[in-house]
Nanobody, 128 residues
Framework: QVQLVESGGGLVQAGGSLRLSCAAS????????MGWFRQEAGKERDFVAQ????????YYGDSVKGRFTISRDNAKNTVYLQMNSLKPEDTAVYYC?????????????????????WGPGTQVSVSS
């Protein structure tokens, strides 16, 4: 089992940057694929990005491709989401998630159901 806590959210102007962090507890962090999702009030949770356990394979949602970068440091039990060129439509609560599953294709990680463990979320607000 793994427990997750996000940090780094806040208010930023359009065009700005933020880096989210997700600290994980547990000795088996390096065996999990990690993901980021986001959710606006009253809407479904949307896939943002995923990274495999080694950190050498990543997958992004179309709306963030080229602007966001996911990375991980297994020695620090932490996964990051670097967000650049932020837009007002990026405003949401951002959630970190861990999956014990090893899919042959990253596309299967684009579903919230692929992840078993979730953090409480961190708010990101982008003003225009």
């Amino acid at each position: 089992q793994v427990q997750l806590v996000e940090s780094g959210g806040g208010l930023v102007q359009a065009g700005g940057s933020l880096r989210l962090s997700c600290a994980a507890s547990g000795r088996t962090f390096s065996s999990y694929a990690m993901g980021w999702f986001r959710q606006e009030a009253g809407k479904e949770r949307d896939f943002v990005a995923q990274i495999n356990w080694r950190g050498d394979s990543t997958y992004y949602g179309d709306s963030v491709k080229g602007r966001f970068t996911i990375s991980r440091d297994n020695a620090k039990n932490t996964v990051y989401l670097q967000m650049n060129s932020l837009k007002p439509e990026d405003t949401a609560v951002y959630y970190c998630a861990a999956s014990p599953r090893a899919y042959t294709s990253s596309i299967y990680y684009a579903r919230a159901a692929a992840f078993d463990y979730w953090g409480p979320g961190t708010q990101v607000s982008v003003s225009s």
